[in-house]
Nanobody, 127 residues
Framework: EVQLVESGGGLVQPGGSLNLSCSAS????????MSWVRQPPGKGLEWVSG????????YYSDSVKDRFTISKDNAKNMVYLQMNNLKPEDTAMYYC????????????????????WGQGTQVTVSS
């Protein structure tokens, strides 16, 4: 079982930036395909971004593409989500999720059955 712990959320004004972090333990990190998934208030889960086990391929939803950047540091067992030009609609609880093997393509990443989840970190974008 993988243990995931997110951090870095907070309150930010529209147009601002945040960098979310996710630390992982309990599994061979280099084998994990990782994603960030968010849940806006009163809504369902929304996949945001994912990165392959070898950190060689990254995927983004249309709503965050060109504003968010995902990265994976296999030496530190960390995944990051750099969020720029934040908008009020980005307000959500952000979860880190892991699968025990990498992704073949974008669809595989979006539709993956993620076995392990963190507790989430809250991001609020408001003036």
């Amino acid at each position: 079982e993988v243990q995931l712990v997110e951090s870095g959320g907070g309150l930010v004004q529209p147009g601002g930036s945040l960098n979310l972090s996710c630390s992982a333990s309990g599994f061979t990190f280099t084998q994990l395909g990782m994603s960030w998934v968010r849940q806006p208030p009163g809504k369902g889960l929304e996949w945001v971004s994912g990165i392959n086990s070898g950190a060689d391929r990254a995927y983004y939803s249309d709503s965050v593409k060109d504003r968010f950047t995902i990265s994976k540091d296999n030496a530190k067992n960390m995944v990051y989500l750099q969020m720029n030009n934040l908008k009020p609609e980005d307000t959500a609880m952000y979860y880190c999720a892991a699968r025990g093997y990498g992704f073949t393509d974008y669809v595989d990443c979006v539709q993956a059955d993620y076995q392990d989840w963190g507790q989430g970190t809250q991001v609020t974008v408001s003036s």
